[in-house]
T-cell receptor
């Protein structure tokens, strides 16, 4: 039982490049989300999904796209990377979208945009 | 919008000493989560508190939610080097209409000197 798996762990991009951050969970969780963590800013919600085929924007969605074609996977796409997207990205999942469900986090992807 | 303020921002203690970390909300808390983060790792779930006055303990860590449900504290007894890391409080912020979305404090960095 791997939990929440994020790949890659580290990535360096040039401004304007695109890439996809992968997130997979093997717990059959309905709810999945993406956060970014920046010094002095804490964790901020980028996008979330309450089930396959359903996604919505979080607090800081600009510059990112998501899709949820399966229960297990929730990739985050950077369309045209910018230095402001240098951050640590965390994917999380929980049993359902309803309150009081523990969210489990992946190990993170550390992204640098030059 | 709801905000979570953690104090102190950082803490250095001698091994064996007790310490307390606080998390204060601008609004009533309906679900308060404590996580621990080590560099290179994701957030590890510690405890969840829901009811006013609730207290939970795990090994040497105790978390409390006050009666008014606007403040939580995390207390570590007889600290050890293994307790070092960043402690984050999270709460159901209801962002985007989904109560399952969490907002986080900016974290408290704990260092334990042997």
């Amino acid at each position: 039982n791997a939990g929440v798996t994020q790949t890659p762990k580290f990535q360096v991009l040039k401004t304007g490049q695109s890439m996809t951050l992968q997130c997979a969970q093997d717990m059959n969780h309905e709810y999945m989300s993406w956060y970014r963590q920046d010094p002095g800013m804490g964790l901020r919600l980028i996008h979330y999904s309450v089930g396959a085929g359903i996604t919505d924007q979080g607090e800081v969605p600009n510059g990112y796209n998501v899709s949820r074609s399966t229960t297990e996977d929730f990739p985050l796409r950077l369309l045209s990377a910018a230095p402001s997207q240098t951050s640590v990205y965390f994917c999380a999942s929980s049993y359902s979208w309803s309150p009081q469900n523990i969210q489990y986090f992946g190990a993170g992807t550390r992204l640098s945009v030059l | 919008s709801q905000e979570l303020e953690q104090s102190p921002q950082s803490l250095i203690v001698q091994e064996g000493k007790n310490l307390t970390i606080n998390c204060t909300s601008s609004k009533t808390l309906y679900g308060l989560y404590w996580y621990k983060q080590k560099y290179g790792e994701g957030l590890i779930f510690l405890m969840m508190l829901q009811k006013g006055g609730e207290e939970k303990s795990h090994e040497k860590i105790t978390a409390k939610l006050d009666e008014k449900k606007q403040q939580s504290s995390l207390h570590i007894t007889a600290s050890q080097p293994s307790h070092a890391g960043i402690y984050l409080c999270g709460a159901e912020g209801g962002y985007g209409g989904s109560q399952g979305n969490l907002i986080f404090g900016k974290g408290t960095k704990l260092s334990v000197k042997p």
